[in-house]
């Protein structure tokens, strides 16, 4: 255990017990046994310190000797917490005894026992008090999150706070705060314990105000100062009287609700209290009750639209401002509203977008008795024209020549034999005239391709594609869907005049296309044909091609010629596929052989070797031509360099339409080569 040491109150003393020869701390003498007197504390009440200095336990009483030799000393044991430590002594005079290096948050008391020179002890006394130790800060007080505010209540000047939900020593005591007022600090007070909140007492006004606050706690200890984080502005002074009452921008004293609504508006108050508040709303009162109407108790404009009721009213209106201070109300201003029965309308129609011109109209409707006329403007790209005046009733009001690639709508009342004018209304629809024709469709294909001029549909029906025209009409229209025509006769097909992708596949039956697109935007306007492309679907294979003769060159060359003779076609061979088996072993190679033009060679970069060439050489020297001697009909020659020589080969030949259709592979032929 630690050992402490304790002071005296008027000197320090070293910490050692005194040891006698036996170990003991005294010893006694043979000529008095008597204990001596009980010594006793100053009777004193629990304590809680937060200084060292002041943990002291004073001493009333050191206790005396009785039997004749005389007294020596104090012995003493402090106890933390409930554990006692070891014993030391106090020698001399000992008014009072201190904890050195005492530990935060322990709880202390103290035992005595008087001591004599023989050596006798008394019994032990301990304090009747415990003294608990406490030097941590407690946790630091808080304020309730609020916003700055202004009032005109004195005790919604107040602030919430909230101490430390638990102190980790001696336990919380109270709060300290100041008045902060427009800035300027006030001295320190004291709350009477733990409080939720504190008011300012007698609020000056027009005087902004903030709270300064501490907690403390039982030992004594203090948190650091916070500072609220909201500001309460507190004001009194009423704001200034409204003034310059005035209906529809004018004095008038009567208005037709119909031609134009009641709006009542007024003169800016001010507020002429806390400088930077401002007025939050007005009132309005309209029969002079001094009560506002409901609806218009919170207006933060400076105009109102009245009802458009007919009848007489008394009008007054105040301002009030941000504390909830109201203004005196403003004079009265007298106000009949006239209601005449007309109103106009338009008939329900959806947005449209129109290449014809005399489409651009819209129709209209009137109610009421005593109709006269329509005042109508054109909106133009939300841009209003000039009042315009109908000769009388009509049914519908058509825009004169109107312009391309612009939106129209219509705004419109009604006039009664009065001269009374009904509220203004809009077109619910509106009309874009767009004459502009969308760009010509580009980039035709077929299954992706292009250059594609023949197409079988046995294994892919042929699928037309272009590229996405464009309308350059209108901003924000769209092309509509597209058109096509299969015989370059300028009129789409029948299933071809709506398409609305930008594919189409074509039926798989044979036959020849000479192919133009174009495109329909949204008002009708037709984009020009595109270039034509020509395609043929045909699904016929080409015949079998005969193998005139499969025979070895000999001379050591190790290689055979092949000749047979064409195939046919409707729309032409695109190549010859040629098969060669080892007859010893079933391997077999393929070699693909383009035909191109008449009597042209191809040399070996144009035949294509497939699957194990283990059996035809890659050096081949192989060409393909028309032997132009064949009078009925052309055949072809091929020469094939073979690696295994000595071998029987196998030999057999198809042919390949310029569609992709394959035909029936011919007979096989066999030679020798060695």
Request: proline share 4%; with cysteine; hydrophobic share 35%.
């Amino acid at each position: 255990m630690k050992k402490v040491c304790f002071l005296m109150l008027l000197f320090l003393l070293s910490c050692k017990t005194l040891q006698g020869p036996s170990g003991a701390l005294s010893q006694k003498t043979e000529t008095d046994t008597t204990p001596p007197t009980l010594p006793s504390f100053t009777i004193q009440s629990n304590l809680t310190v937060n200084l060292a200095e002041n943990l002291v336990f004073p001493i009333a009483d050191m206790g005396s000797d009785s039997g004749g030799s005389g007294y020596s000393h104090l012995e003493y044991i402090y106890t933390a917490d409930g554990v006692d430590s070891s014993v030391f002594k106090a020698i001399g005079v000992v008014n009072g005894l201190y904890v050195n290096n005492p530990v935060t948050h322990t709880s202390y008391q103290m035992k005595i026992r008087s001591v004599d020179k023989a050596g006798n002890t008394s019994a032990w006394v301990t304090s009747s008090y415990t003294i608990y130790y406490d030097n941590t800060i407690p946790i630091s007080a808080s304020f309730a999150a609020a916003a700055n505010s202004i009032t005109q209540t004195a005790s919604s000047v107040s602030f919430t706070v909230s101490a430390a939900s638990s102190d980790a020593g001696a336990g919380f005591s109270h709060y300290e705060y100041i008045y902060i007022q427009n800035g300027i600090e006030g001295s320190v007070n004291v709350t009477a314990g733990a409080v939720a909140s504190i008011a300012v007492s007698a609020p000056i006004t027009n005087t902004v105000y903030q709270l300064k606050l501490r907690a403390v706690d039982l030992a004594g200890n203090k948190s650091e100062w916070i500072v609220s984080p909201n500001a309460i502005v507190f004001d009194t002074t009423i704001p200034s009287t409204v003034s310059g009452l005035k209906v529809n921008d004018s004095t008038v004293q009567y208005v037709s609700a119909v031609s134009q609504a009641p709006i009542l508006s007024w003169n800016a108050a001010t507020d002429t209290g806390y400088t930077g508040a401002k007025i939050q709303f007005y009132q309005i009162d309209t029969n002079n009750d001094g009560t506002p109407e409901t609806g218009m108790t919170a207006l933060t404009a400076t105009s109102y639209t009245l009802p458009s009721t007919a009848g007489t009213y008394n009008i007054k209106v105040r301002s009030v401002d941000a504390a909830g201070n109201y203004g005196a109300w403003s004079s009265i201003f007298p106000l009949t509203v006239y209601n005449p029965t007309v109103s106009a309308s338009f008939s329900a129609a959806s947005n449209t977008i129109t290449q014809t011109a005399s489409a651009v109209s819209f129709t209209v409707s009137s109610t009421g008795t005593g109709f006269s006329h329509y005042e109508y403007i054109y909106i133009q790209n939300g841009i209003e024209g000039s009042v315009n005046v109908t000769a009388g009733a009509v049914a519908s009001i058509a825009v004169p020549a109107p312009i391309t690639n612009t939106v129209y709508q219509l705004k419109l009342r009604a006039v009664d034999l009065g001269g009374n004018k009904s509220d203004w209304v809009v077109s619910p629809n509106a009309i874009v005239f767009d004459t502009a024709i969308p760009s010509t469709v580009s980039g035709l294909k077929v299954n992706d391709s292009s250059t594609i001029q023949f197409v079988s549909a046995v294994s892919q029906s042929p699928i037309l594609s272009w590229n996405e025209s464009t309308d350059t009409g209108y901003t924000g229209a769209k092309i509509q869907y597209y058109q096509i025509d299969t015989n370059n006769d300028g009129t789409p097909e029948a299933g071809m005049t709506a398409i609305g992708t930008t594919f189409y596949t074509f039926p798989n039956t044979e036959s020849s296309y000479n192919i133009k697109v174009r495109s329909v935007d949204m008002a009708g306007n037709f984009g020009a044909w595109s270039s034509a492309f020509t395609l043929t679907v045909d699904n016929t294979n080409p015949s079998v091609p005969s193998i005139q003769s499969f025979t070895a060159l000999g001379g050591g060359s190790f290689e055979g010629q092949i000749q047979w003779n064409e195939a046919g076609d409707p729309n032409g061979i695109e190549s010859y596929v040629v098969e060669i088996v080892l007859s010893s072993s079933g391997q077999r190679a393929w070699l693909t052989l383009p035909l191109q033009t008449a009597n042209s060679n191809i040399n070996n970069g144009g035949i294509a070797i497939s699957d194990p060439s283990d059996i035809v050489d890659d050096e081949t020297a192989g060409y393909l031509t028309i032997n132009p001697y064949q009078a009925v009909a052309p055949n072809y020659t091929v020469q094939i360099k073979f690696k295994n020589p000595g071998g029987t080969y196998m030999i057999s030949i198809k042919a390949k339409d310029k569609a992709g259709n394959t035909g029936i592979a011919s007979a096989f032929s066999s030679v020798l080569i060695n």
